[in-house]
């Protein structure tokens, strides 16, 4: 599974964006597609997520701000961020994580990042 992020950039506090994660290659079995941010000197820490059953969840900092979305037909992946704080500021990192069996571990997949950078 290959993972593309894409519709970081710039924008003003109290503006929105929208990131999309393409994951190419089949994926089978319970997972979750989902969102990661690393902010300079600070270690990833988990946005939100979506499972292939629908459920989803978030940070606490972005509760009622971000939403995350999928289309399992598309293997894709979206997070809709609004109200944006200079504190989101971070690169995005799309994550697939597939769950594993009895006989076959669990496995993580992720993309490439894309910075978002928020300005005061």
């Known amino acids: 599974v290959q993972l593309q992020a894409s519709g970081g950039g710039p924008v003003q506090a109290g503006g929105s964006l929208g990131l999309s994660c393409a994951a190419s290659?089949?994926?089978?079995?319970?997972?979750?597609m989902g969102w990661y941010r690393q902010a300079p000197g600070k270690q990833r820490e988990l946005v939100a997520t979506?499972?292939?059953?629908?459920?989803?969840n978030y940070a606490d900092s972005v509760k009622g701000r971000f939403t995350i979305s999928r289309d399992n037909a598309k293997n894709m992946a979206y997070l809709q961020m609004n109200s944006l704080k200079p504190e989101d500021t971070a690169v995005y990192y799309c994550?697939?994580?597939?769950?594993?069996?009895?006989?076959?571990?669990?496995?993580?997949?992720w993309g490439q990042g894309t910075l978002v950078t928020v300005s005061s």
């Open positions: 994550n697939v994580k597939v769950l594993g069996t009895s006989t076959i571990a669990t496995k993580d997949y």
């Open positions: 290659g089949s994926i089978f079995g319970i997972n979750y």
């Open positions: 979506v499972s292939s059953l629908g459920s989803t």
